[in-house]
């Protein structure tokens, strides 16, 4: 009997420490990844010297937006009192096209100018660069890798009426954590929004933690990511899985351009072979050879160009 007792009282005891476990491991990964200590570090003067570093194509196009004030500041407020911060910055002559540029995790709106030199320097479009919650410019303490972000975006897609004249015709270029919210806005019903270029998005949030946490820590799915998942919905109102780019894509009927490294181990290369094939026509899909994450304009920056000006050509001519 008191045998019986001492295991039962081990058994609560050892389920204790499991539970006191995956309670501190779940808080510990979810602001791990959604609060990291370098989420603002990279500020505005160091990016644009680094953007003048690895891309020294855009210099004087830079230098030419600075000398004649064309980069400009624009702000809205969220529901719940955030200021969000953009740079916009008008086509050399008016016209409707614009593009949407979006930046990846933990980097901010003014690191996206490469991207934009192809479609104002290049294509005459108008350019609006915002910077997500907790990102850059903008106010917030929670990274929301792209979910949440896709609402605030919504609103930056009117504010580009308000700003370069009503009706706009939009395009959608995301990188990275940008990627993604570019693939969940074109499963939206947003009419200004044309069409779309992603550029290394993940498939779901749940499938890019996951990835990380197998890569960085050698674990598992089960049981961390689902108690992470539940904490994240109860504090923060959303869940990993729900935040589904794959869901999305199925659903869209407008063209999304798919650019992927084919060595992108952090977004790894599968990925965008399941958005691809989820995503029904119209579609177009180039594997970048021997480029790792978020590397493709860095590696091959005139192939880059030509791709995405051919893409926005054939579908927002």
Not at 125 to 144: C, F, K, R
Not at 189 to 198: C, S
Not at 246 to 260: A, C, D, G, L, T
């Amino acid at each position: 009997m008191r045998t019986g007792k001492i295991i039962r009282y081990s058994l609560v005891g050892l389920l204790a420490i499991i539970v006191g476990v995956l309670i501190i491991g779940s808080f510990t990964m979810l602001d791990m990844a959604l609060k990291p200590t370098y989420g603002k570090g990279r500020d505005l003067e160091g990016s644009l010297a680094r953007i003048r570093k690895d891309y020294p194509h855009t210099i004087s196009w830079i230098d030419s937006l600075q000398t004649h004030e064309a980069l400009k500041d624009t702000f809205i407020t969220t529901d719940d009192g955030r200021q969000l911060h953009a740079f916009y910055v008008r086509a050399p002559k008016s016209t409707a096209k614009t593009a949407l540029l979006l930046h990846g995790y933990t980097d901010r709106a003014i690191r996206m100018l490469p991207i934009g030199y192809i479609y104002h320097h290049l294509m005459g479009y108008n350019l609006l660069l915002p910077d997500m919650q907790a990102h850059g410019e903008s106010d917030g303490e929670v990274i929301q890798m792209g979910w949440k972000d896709c609402i605030d975006i919504k609103r930056w897609s009117q504010i580009a009426d308000v700003i370069f004249g009503n009706k706009t015709r939009q395009v959608v270029h995301g990188i990275s954590m940008g990627g993604f919210m570019t693939m969940v806005l074109a499963g939206e019903d947003i009419p200004q929004m044309e069409a779309f270029v992603d550029d290394c998005g993940y498939t779901s949030v749940w499938d890019e933690f996951a990835n990380e946490l197998k890569a960085s820590f050698g674990l598992s799915e089960f049981p961390l990511m689902y108690t992470t998942s539940l904490l994240c919905k109860i504090r923060y109102g959303w869940s990993f899985g729900e935040a589904d780019a794959v869901k999305k894509v199925r659903n869209s009927e407008k063209p999304i351009f798919f650019i992927h490294g084919d060595k992108d181990r952090y977004v790894p290369t599968h990925m965008v072979h399941t958005l691809y094939d989820a995503k029904p026509q119209p579609k177009e899909l180039w594997l970048t050879p021997g480029v790792e994450h978020a590397m493709s304009f860095y590696t091959y920056p005139e192939e880059y160009a030509v791709r995405v000006v051919n893409f926005c050509w054939k579908y927002l001519h």
